[in-house]
Nanobody, 115 residues
Framework: QVHLVESGGGLVQAGESLRLSCAVS????????MGWYRQAPGKQRELVAT???????NYADSVKGRFTISRDNAKNTVYLQMNSLKPEDTAVYYC?????????WGQGIQVTVSS
């Protein structure tokens, strides 16, 4: 079975930082493209950042310069360092793993940024 388990969410004030982690099991982690997505209330799920197996990264314009995605293949874990958080970053954040037509999601974790 494949499991993606997010941790590190919570409530912070604007300007503060959080680091999300996603621990993965059941797949060959190192060959998957890993990503973070988010969904705010009443909105569609959107891409936040991705990192490929060769460590190429991609970010949504709204988080460029503030968020950093990274991966540790030895720990089967992907991270999202979120700095200078804004109230509009409030959402449920989901971890994602993709390899060709295979895709897996975590259960999601709440991040709330107060103004």
């Amino acid at each position: 079975q494949v499991h993606l388990v997010e941790s590190g969410g919570g409530l912070v004030q604007a300007g503060e930082s959080l680091r999300l982690s996603c621990a993965v099991s059941g797949i060959i982690f190192s060959i998957y493209t890993m990503g973070w997505y988010r969904q705010a209330p009443g909105k569609q799920r959107e891409l936040v950042a991705t990192i490929t197996s060769t460590y190429t990264t991609n970010y949504a314009d709204s988080v460029k310069g503030r968020f950093t995605i990274s991966r540790d293949n030895a720990k089967n874990t992907v991270y999202l360092q979120m700095n200078s958080l804004k109230p509009e970053d409030t959402a449920v954040y989901y971890c994602n793993a993709v390899l060709y037509d295979r895709q897996y999601w975590g259960q999601g974790i709440q991040v709330t940024v107060s103004s």
